[in-house]
């Protein structure tokens, strides 16, 4: 089975404009994200439908495509890609272009749960910790997943889910393991196709998640766990957090 991944990469950001091309150790984020992926996967692709993106991808030697400026989702673009690539991949991997701490092991798991034939898509979970405090669980922007016994997403929620009745909050994450969602997903590439089809769900809509529309329709998620921390680029500060974070730790090999 062959692996493409695909970034894709927007200009535009109303938290944080231009923020693929930012730089992060006197690297742009997207080159820093390509590099952690190249080599784990069997191809990879940047997404974009900018020019001065692309023009950074081709200029430290990475392979990119344009995509339309219409896409309302990262999934969408990657379909169109996927397509306009010709790739011969079995499997499409869809990376944050913001995540330049993603890590080999991570994609490791994600492509480990295509070894069940069963599998039509496939995201990630790490366990949220005592340690990290209720705050953290409560954080609306921290989407919370159920799974079942056979590691498939049940839910996925903005809001704390399990809700524990009989037991204080500040117990809660003593008490029960919950899931924080990692924003990596995969797909077969007739199911890829399928969903990118679909109109938008009630669930969806009702929580801005897009991943509730495939569940909405049946669809069936493969949940693989990770336990590395990684941090994600979504603001400016983010990016000085990700400065820290570099120069205390590198980058993994």
Known sequence: MKFIGIIPARYASTRFPAKPLALLGGKPVIQRVYEQVAGVLDEVWVATDDERIEAVVKDFGGQVVM?????????????????????????????????????????????????????????????????????????????????????????????????????????????????????????????LKEITALPQSSLELAESLEQLRWLENGYTIKVGISEVETIGIDTPQDLERAEAFLREHGTEE
């Open 67 to 191: 995509t339309s400026v219409h896409h309302k989702s990262g999934t969408d673009r990657c379909y169109e890609a996927y397509c306009k690539v010709n790739s011969s991949c079995d499997v499409i991997v869809n990376i944050q272009g913001d995540e330049p701490f993603i890590h080999r092991s991570q994609l490791e798991a994600i492509k480990a749960c295509f070894d069940d034939d069963a599998t039509q898509i496939a995201t990630l979970v790490k366990p949220f910790v005592p340690g990290d405090g209720f705050e953290a669980l409560e954080n609306v922007n921290s989407p919370k997943v159920v799974v079942n016994r056979q590691m498939q997403a049940l839910y996925f929620s903005r809001s704390i889910i399990p809700y524990q009745r009989n037991r204080d909050k500040k117990e809660w994450l003593a008490g029960h393991t919950y899931y924080k969602h990692i924003g990596l997903y995969a797909y077969r590439a007739a199911v």
